[in-house]
């Protein structure tokens, strides 16, 4: 009797283990459901998509998304210090002209950069940052002649390389590129209208 007590006993036990086996088990198989690879790759899906785009960037949309980026900024700044420090009305006006449009281009530009995860430039460079410590100290007259004689190879120059990335950029950088086109060959033949003026 004692030995069957025993017997049923071990019975009993080895059969809460197995119970409980099964339950770990179970729940090891329902975690695993839980964190999937199929969740994983899903997780790092956007963090890849946004390295694949930086990468995917041709040497031509960078030089040109680097090139934009501060020379609008330079744009900028320049228009402001005319409409302060211009004396003729006609380069006050250009001033006010490339503040506006150069802020809205260089805000889509930023969209785009947002996109594509490409870090842009936040600074001009020396060349730059000279023009513009030159351009503050000229005023009246001076500053009327000096900037406007800037303005036109400026935009000359600006125009190319617009319409360079116009044809071999790629992406939203290209259509980015094409569409700012006409806005700025408005600016140039605004700017060659205020020279005749000031000569």
């Known amino acids: 009797m004692k030995n069957s007590i025993l017997t049923l006993l071990a019975i009993a036990s080895l059969t809460a283990c197995k119970k409980k086996e099964t339950t770990t088990v179970d729940n090891t198989m329902d975690s695993t459901k839980m964190a999937s690879p199929k969740d994983s ?16 960037l041709s040497e031509q949309d960078k030089t040109f998304a680097d090139a934009a980026a501060k020379g609008g900024m330079m744009e900028v700044i320049l228009g402001n210090i005319a409409a302060t420090n211009g004396s003729n009305q006609k ?3 250009f001033g ?4 506006d449009d150069h802020t809205k281009a260089n805000n889509e530009l930023k969209t785009w950069a947002m996109t594509a995860n490409y ?15 030159n351009l503050k100290m ?25 319409k360079k990335e116009s044809m071999a950029g790629t992406g939203d950088l290209k259509a980015f590129a094409t569409k700012t086109i006409p806005t ?3 600016h140039l033949k605004k700017a060659e209208d205020a020279m005749k003026m000031i000569k």
């Open 41 to 56: 790759t899903m997780m790092t899906t956007d963090s890849t998509a946004m390295k694949e785009a930086t990468t995917m």
């Open 91 to 93: 380069v006050k006006d």
């Open 96 to 99: 006010i002209m490339m503040v």
């Open 119 to 133: 870090k842009l430039p936040t600074n001009l460079d020396a060349d730059q940052q000279k023009t513009v410590d």
């Open 138 to 162: 000229k005023m009246g007259a001076d500053f009327d002649k000096a900037y406007i004689n800037l303005m036109v190879p400026d935009h000359k120059a600006v125009i190319e390389a617009f």
């Open 184 to 186: 700025l060959e408005t």
